[in-house]
């Protein structure tokens, strides 16, 4: 739901409210230029997060914030992490995902691997193998 209206009206605290009770986890969205949409109200252990880019410099400091927030949220009882992260040009968003692990892996002490942000082949084409 995009509607601002929706995140404002106490529809969306039911909505949260209701995914507790059934053991359900909240999808959380940081969209560039709709931050009032960043539901940051986990609703189990789990979180899954959409990180949508803007191929602009603020997107990693949009990342780092996210890195502060899991880091409180572990704290917290926080047991699996789901980030997703995309923007409209997808070939930076490697360079987005290896700023984002560095600074998570050095911040709560974990040892993700960083995505592989090796050349294309002569043809242009990358290669699952």
Do not use: C
């Not at 995309?86 to 998570?104: D, Y």
């Amino acid at each position: 739901m995009r509607s601002k209206e929706w995140f404002s009206a106490g529809t969306a605290d039911r909505f949260y409210e209701l995914l507790e009770r059934t053991e359900k986890t909240n999808i959380l969205v940081d969209t560039a230029g709709r931050r009032d949409m960043m539901h940051m109200r986990l609703t189990t252990p789990t979180a899954f997060i959409r990180f949508v880019g803007a191929n602009h410099p603020s997107d990693y400091t949009r990342l780092e914030q996210w890195v502060d927030r899991i880091a409180e949220w572990k704290q917290s009882g926080l047991q699996q992490l789901n980030f997703f992260i995309h923007q409209n040009v997808e070939v930076e968003s490697p360079l987005l995902a290896t700023h984002f692990i560095k600074k998570l892996n050095k911040t709560i002490g974990t040892s993700l691997a960083l995505p592989d942000t090796g050349s294309a082949k002569d043809d242009g084409q990358s290669s699952l193998f």
